[in-house]
């Protein structure tokens, strides 16, 4: 079992930055692949960045290419997604998912091949 706690969410100014972290519980030996989402009341779950383990790719939404970024800290079994120039349009519930241990799939970019869920953490950018 696999448990996903996001934090870091806030309610900014537009243009300022924010990071968001993703700690896995009890760790990530073996989630070969995890990504980051958001949604907004009213519309489907969209991914914003996710991450190949095995062949050490990361791929982004075009909204995010350039302001995003997804790293993973191994040691502390932690993903984070910092986020640069924020816009109004941002303003989202983000959630970080990943598979169950031992999964693969080339559709990483897909929510519906993920397994585990955070609760979410609200990010909101004022104009």
């Known amino acids: 079992q696999v448990q996903l706690v996001e934090s870091g969410g806030d309610s900014v100014q537009a243009g300022v930055s924010l990071k968001l972290s993703c700690e896995v519980t009890p760790n990530i030996d073996r989630i070969y692949y995890m990504g980051w989402f958001r949604q907004t009341p009213g519309n489907k779950r969209e991914v914003v960045a996710a991450r190949d383990v095995r062949n050490d790719l990361t791929r982004y939404a075009e909204f995010a290419q350039g302001r995003f970024t997804l790293s993973i800290d191994t040691a502390k079994n932690t993903m984070y997604l910092e986020m640069n120039n924020l816009k109004p349009e941002d303003t989202a519930m983000y959630y970080c998912?990943?598979?169950?241990?031992?999964?693969?799939?080339?559709?990483?970019?897909?929510?519906?091949?993920?397994?585990?869920w955070g609760q979410g953490t609200q990010v909101t950018v004022s104009s």
């Open positions: 998912a990943a598979p169950h241990r031992g999964k693969y799939t080339a559709g990483y970019l897909n929510p519906g091949n993920y397994d585990w």
